[in-house]
């Protein structure tokens, strides 16, 4: 079992919630997580089985009754009538860590949650696998550039484009490089089609539309939204595509990255980036198999980009580091007109980190030189992130960081 970061954090509020909510995609393992972490004597239930659902559904005073807390309910999302009768059951025992739920669709769960749980629960996002957990340091601190000397990578550029493809879902780890197709499609057809028909009723697209809708998705990761592109391409309208985005969203499939939009800043284009949320999923669905198949694929690129921006957002939000997170793009003017660009921006506290991402192994300091579009009094250390052989530096405030050290 790989150690998760997020433990200790579910732990550390379960002490103070009498609820916690775990949410994330479909086999991120958020259940085999919270069983790990289960004490003695706490209740498993999951909604997947039709009976349980049934009676969570029709008399949820008896689904209480079968199953007593402390109690952990998947997939809760499949049965809003239980949120009532959690609520009686919490505002009558002032004891902590009462009930776990999960669930992998996580607007309708917040609604439910918001209209009857409100200051009774504690939310947690679980993700695919990071790369400091398959390292085996799960407790690696969220990244914030900073240099203390020359650190060689801990993944050669070989071992890191493999995880680049392998993605981060825990039981693709286990299973053979040939069945691993084989599985995407399964995840595909029967977790994520299967619960979003499930939960939103006849979307009007089958398995193999709804695939060909992903597969065009992800050849525009890293890429700013175009619904209207989209949908001619889907042959879908753009209203559809928005709902099938906005979905996909939900489930934790991919990650929109809001465009910077700070009052100091002028001519930005205020359309989100989308971003696979697992690399894995997104090779899969264009195809690329391996490394020789990622190094020669002409999305590579942004392909790595997605990585190590779900990386690094990955990364804070494991560690309850609850910075804001962006991309910069402004149009320029003048001799060199164009548009300045900056993959990610992390700010916190007003101080705002510029991060410029290359697959590349030898980078210079003229790949940081929309940097400066950032004002000096909110510009904290910029970063490369790169397929550099070591940790170094470029210049006094422009670290050159290998992605797998994030």
Same mark, same amino acid.
């Given at each position: 079992?790989?150690?998760?970061?997020?433990?200790?954090?579910?732990?550390?509020?379960?002490?103070?919630?009498?609820?916690?909510?775990?949410?994330?995609?479909?086999?991120?393992?958020?259940?085999?997580?919270?069983?790990?972490?289960?004490?003695?004597?706490?209740?498993?239930?999951?909604?997947?089985? $039709? !009976?349980?659902?049934?009676?969570?559904?029709?008399?949820?005073?008896?689904?209480?009754?079968?199953?007593?807390?402390?109690?952990?309910?998947? &997939?809760?999302?499949?049965? =809003?009538?239980?949120?009532?009768?959690?609520?009686?059951?919490?505002?009558?025992?002032? %004891?902590?860590?009462?009930?776990?739920?999960? @669930?992998?669709?996580?607007?309708?769960?917040?609604?439910?949650?918001?209209?009857?749980?409100?200051?009774?629960?504690?939310?947690?996002?679980?993700? =695919?696998?990071?790369? /400091?957990?398959?390292? +085996?340091?799960?407790?690696?601190?969220?990244?914030?550039?900073?240099?203390?000397?020359?650190?060689?990578?801990? *993944?050669?550029?070989?071992?890191?484009?493999?995880?680049?493809?392998? @993605?981060?879902?825990?039981?693709?780890?286990?299973?053979?490089?040939?069945?691993?197709?084989? *599985?995407?499609?399964?995840?595909?057809?029967?977790?994520?089609?299967?619960?979003?028909?499930?939960?939103? @009723?006849?979307? +009007?697209?089958?398995?193999?539309?709804?695939?060909?809708?992903?597969?065009?998705?992800?050849?525009?990761?890293?890429?700013?939204?175009?619904?209207?592109?989209? /949908?001619?391409?889907?042959?879908?309208?753009?209203?559809?595509?928005?709902?099938?985005?906005?979905?996909?969203?939900?489930? +934790?499939?991919?990650?929109?990255?809001?465009?910077? /939009?700070?009052?100091?800043?002028?001519?930005?284009?205020?359309?989100?980036?989308?971003?696979?949320?697992?690399?894995?999923?997104?090779?899969?669905?264009?195809?690329?198999?391996?490394?020789?198949?990622?190094? #020669?694929?002409?999305? !590579?690129?942004?392909?790595?980009? !997605?990585?190590?921006?779900?990386?690094?957002?990955?990364?804070?939000?494991?560690?309850?580091?609850?910075?804001?997170?962006?991309?910069?793009?402004? &149009?320029?003017?003048?001799?060199?007109?164009?548009?300045?660009?900056?993959?990610?921006?992390?700010?916190?506290?007003?101080?705002?980190? =510029?991060?410029?991402? $290359?697959?590349?192994?030898? =980078?210079?300091?003229?790949?940081?030189? *929309?940097?400066?579009?950032?004002?000096?009094? %909110?510009?904290?250390?910029?970063?490369?992130?790169?397929?550099? #052989?070591?940790?170094?530096?470029?210049?006094?405030?422009?670290?050159?960081?290998?992605?797998?050290?994030?």
């Amino acid at each position: 079992m790989i150690e998760r970061t997020i433990s200790r954090r579910i732990l550390s509020l379960s002490d103070d919630f009498k609820v916690l909510l775990v949410t994330g995609a479909r086999q991120v393992g958020k259940t085999t997580l919270l069983k790990m972490l289960c004490e003695n004597g706490r209740t498993y239930i999951t909604l997947d089985d $039709k !009976s349980s659902l049934d009676l969570a559904k029709t008399d949820p005073e008896a689904f209480f009754l079968l199953n007593p807390v402390p109690c952990m309910i998947d &997939e809760v999302q499949r049965a =809003p009538e239980l949120m009532i009768k959690i609520k009686e059951i919490v505002d009558s025992d002032n %004891r902590k860590n009462q009930i776990w739920l999960t @669930g992998s669709q996580k607007p309708r769960l917040i609604r439910h949650i918001s209209e009857t749980l409100a200051g009774r629960v504690a939310e947690i996002d679980v993700f =695919p696998l990071s790369q /400091a957990e398959k390292q +085996g340091d799960p407790y690696r601190l969220s990244f914030y550039p900073s240099f203390d000397g020359r650190e060689a990578a801990l *993944w050669d550029y070989k071992e890191t484009i493999e995880n680049v493809v392998l @993605g981060g879902y825990p039981e693709l780890q286990y299973i053979k490089k040939a069945n691993r197709a084989d *599985w995407f499609h399964s995840y595909i057809s029967t977790y994520l089609l299967g619960d979003i028909l499930y939960e939103e @009723g006849d979307i +009007g697209i089958g398995i193999t539309d709804f695939r060909h809708f992903l597969m065009i998705l992800a050849a525009r990761t890293a890429e700013p939204v175009n619904y209207s592109a989209i /949908a001619a391409e889907s042959g879908l309208t753009a209203y559809k595509a928005k709902i099938l985005v906005s979905l996909l969203v939900s489930y +934790g499939i991919i990650y929109l990255l809001p465009a910077y /939009a700070g009052n100091t800043l002028k001519s930005l284009t205020k359309t989100p980036r989308m971003h696979f949320t697992d690399t894995g999923l997104c090779c899969n669905l264009l195809g690329i198999e391996d490394v020789d198949g990622f190094i #020669k694929h002409p999305l !590579s690129g942004r392909i790595f980009e !997605s990585y190590v921006v779900g990386e690094v957002v990955r990364n804070a939000v494991n560690n309850a580091d609850f910075a804001s997170f962006y991309y910069y793009r402004e &149009e320029t003017k003048g001799k060199g007109s164009g548009q300045a660009e900056i993959d990610l921006l992390k700010e916190k506290n007003g101080i705002i980190y =510029p991060i410029e991402i $290359k697959m590349n192994a030898s =980078p210079v300091s003229r790949m940081a030189k *929309w940097f400066s579009s950032i004002p000096e009094d %909110r510009r904290g250390m910029g970063t490369i992130i790169c397929m550099n #052989k070591e940790k170094t530096l470029l210049g006094k405030d422009l670290l050159v960081l290998p992605a797998s050290m994030i």
